[in-house]
């Protein structure tokens, strides 16, 4: 019996997940557990796989953003009428913001002629932003793509068509932020010869290194050129999360500077037998200090305050996409080498995208760090529902009075941001007093 094939809830603040590539085409046979299709959500990308077994008789949605438990696909026997399922039952896709006010009977008339669609009046093409990132890729001009989804829009499939299959994807590895920047300077990747994936970095020394031999005329054009490219599912959802929590925390941020001689130390000492690194220590430091300050490890559910007995320390990873943030459960209940390992592992799972939705929720503090950038202060954002953040900045060699003297002492800032609903500045200042007591002293930890 048919089914249809709804997007799944993947984690428990998932609302919406966008759809970019589909493992299998209509008419295929597929076995239950295997790969249907990939989605992205604001945490990690997903393979979705298939619950029962048949034929992948209808594709609702190609490719796109949907609503949660909206149908994206009909999976039943060969033969069997599945019009009852149709019926009514196509999700509300979140269209592409440069589809916006793109005339139907436009995109619809150029599907119905065969022909690429162009707009008549030559405004934007109906394309997804994957068929945009696709089309990049593989240097295949847009408006000569005949596009087969709803309207005539262009699907990446379509594009892949275009191109005549020549396995141009399979030739040139290369991340989706590489891809878009490689559309926006208008470099083909595969002229890049380069052994293993493509990154960002290598289309921007690509581009520079161009640059000295183009001819001073093409350079002023190429700079005056304007290049619109979609935000892809993470920093959408950044972008979101952020600003939401900028509306709902009043918050402030405090600065503190600390001496970390005794940290040094302490990691010297431990280098035989682990190999910690400062975020590590601070990440114990802060789970030990949040149990003496619950304010500063709760949430707020309307007028109440959530309390914790327990901290669970979010890290956050830089990625080329964008931010993620895995989450150390428990840390404050585990020692300096548990934690230094879970930490180490998150990370590698995020640069590699193959963290669970269990990994990546649940934190009740987070811990971000720009110190490898240089960073002497910035104000972290809250990560919601939490209501503090703690930004760790660089290490810097600075000149100090001790005893009357004037020695030179590694010092850094540490910079919290907190809700005011939760946390008066009183209570923070004494939480960031007690950071710095563990951290110039860390023997204290022992107690």
Known sequence: ??????????????????????????????????????????????????????????????????????????????????????????????????????????????????????PADGGRIIASPYAKKTAALLSVDLRQVRGSGPQGRITAGDVRDAEGGSGAVAKVKISPAAAIEAAALGIDPSGLHKEGRIMKEDIRSFAAASSKTAVQPAVQAAVQEITRVPMNSMRRIIAKRMLESQA???????????????????????????????????????????????????????????????????????????????????????????????????????????????????????????????????????????????GVNAIVDTPVAVNGEIVIRPLMNLSLTADHRAVDGAVAAQFMQKIKAYAEKPALLLL
């Not at 309307?302 to 428990?330: D, Q, S």
């Open 1 to 118: 019996m048919a089914e249809l094939i709804v997007m799944p809830k993947l984690g428990l603040t998932m609302t919406e997940g966008t759809i970019s590539n589909w493992r299998k085409a209509e008419g295929d046979t597929v076995a239950q557990g295997e790969i249907l299709f990939d989605v992205e959500t604001d945490k990690i990308s997903n393979e979705v796989e298939a619950k029962l077994s048949g034929v992948l008789r209808k594709i609702i949605v190609e490719e796109g953003t949907v609503d949660i438990f909206r149908p994206v696909a009909v999976i039943g026997d060969a033969n069997e009428d599945i019009s009852a399922l149709l019926g009514g039952g196509v999700p509300a896709v979140v269209p592409a913001p440069e589809q916006a006010g793109t005339p139907a009977e436009a995109g619809a008339a150029a599907a119905a002629a065969g022909e690429a669609a162009v």
């Open 248 to 390: 709902v925390s009043p918050a402030v941020t405090y600065n503190m500077r600390l001496d970390t001689t005794a940290l040094g130390v302490l990691r010297q000492q431990l280098k035989d037998t682990l190999k910690v690194t400062y975020t590590d220590l601070l990440v114990s430091i802060a789970a030990k200090a949040l149990l003496e300050f619950p304010l500063l490890n709760c949430s707020i559910e309307g007028t109440e305050f959530v309390m914790r007995n327990y901290a669970n320390i979010g890290v956050a990873v830089g990625l080329e996409e964008g931010l993620i943030v895995p989450v150390v459960k428990n840390a404050s209940h585990k020692g300096l080498a548990e934690i230094s390992q879970e930490v180490k592992r998150l990370a590698a799972g995020a640069r590699n995208n193959s963290l669970t939705s269990e990994e990546l929720t649940g934190g009740t503090f987070t811990i971000t760090n720009l110190g490898m950038y240089g960073m002497e202060s910035f104000s972290p954002i809250i990560n919601q529902p939490e209501v503090a953040i703690l």
